[in-house]
């Protein structure tokens, strides 16, 4: 009897042991499954808010490009005069190409001006007035930094100066509407990249903040053993630099997906966004990824570290 009633005990303390080994095995597996939920949420909205920052980056590039190819097809339009043969006109041709502030230039003879009213009229206007009536022309386009009405009114009289011009003629009041168009454009997106870092940081702060509350108490045990501020923040802080780069890597994976899919249905986009705009615009999403990722790590860490025990119940 004495024998069963040890062999009984041992096995039930033994068997004791194992189930709390077990439900200490099931919290471990419940705390690590938790925190690797943390850490993909934390990662998603990360990426989320970055891909904003992206987009913006994108637009202010996009209207940059767009602003330099509008000002840059704003053509001013040389009439030569009828006495200036093809020989003269191209000499002309070559001389205005040299100034640094032409763009691109396209020469209109009179024999093909000809052929265009021919065409545009239905009939040729050389029949009729006995010769022909059009002259030579010249359309300049400008760099767009000088695609601006005091410039071009500076060009527009150096290049009246040019023997065989007759007149010069551009659309001042859509030179004047594109830069005030253009300028509120720039002014809108400015606002929109302030009011989105100010959300962003403080959206990926509070996610942050969540993450380390759960470690609040690890936090003040190891201040109480005699950690440093510096050694406690450090693990929180290379966790931080993973997190924002993992996420910034992941919202540059699904833009650029979503930049490859708009160019197969417009392959015309390349024409304002270049490969530098989007070298550019990754760089400035890892980097924004992973310093606010990591100052927000900062700031958490130093709040707990700041607080006291009791104090940490309240919260």
Known sequence: ????????????????????????A??????????????????????????LIGIVVLTGFTSRNLSSY?????????????????????ALCERIRTLHYINSLNFISKEQALKDGTKELGANPAEF?????????????????????????NIVQQLRTYRGVSDITYPQSLVESVNQTLGK?????????????IISFSLINNTI??????????????????????????????????EGLVSALLAIA?????????????????????????IITAIVMLAFGVIIATF??????NKFLRMKAGDLYKI
């Open 296 to 301: 927000c790590s900062w700031l958490s860490v």
């Open 70 to 90: 509008v000002k840059e097809n704003l053509t001013i339009t040389m009439i030569l005069q009828p006495d200036m043969n093809t020989e003269e006109s191209t």
């Open 254 to 278: 699904v833009l650029g997906i979503g930049i490859c899919l708009l160019y197969e249905k417009e392959p015309e986009i390349t024409k304002l966004l270049s490969w530098d705009a989007l």
């Open 26 to 51: 099931k919290k471990r597996n419940k705390a690590r499954s938790r925190h690797s939920l943390q850490v993909v949420t934390l990662c998603i909205s990360t990426a989320m808010v970055l891909m």
């Open 129 to 153: 007035a006995g010769e022909n009536p059009f002259t030579g022309e010249i359309e300049v386009q400008l760099k767009a930094n000088y695609a601006n009405n005091d410039s071009i009114r």
């Open 209 to 242: 903040r969540l993450s380390i509350y759960a470690h609040r108490f690890s936090i003040h045990t190891m201040k109480l053993v005699g950690g440093s501020w510096s050694f406690i923040r450090a693990p929180f802080l290379r966790r931080a630099v993973l």
């Open 185 to 197: 454009i720039s002014l809108v997106l400015l606002v929109i990249a302030v009011l989105l870092t």
């Open 1 to 24: 009897f004495l024998c069963r009633y040890l062999i009984l005990q041992y096995l039930c303390n033994n068997f004791g042991v194992l189930y709390l080994i077990k439900e200490m």
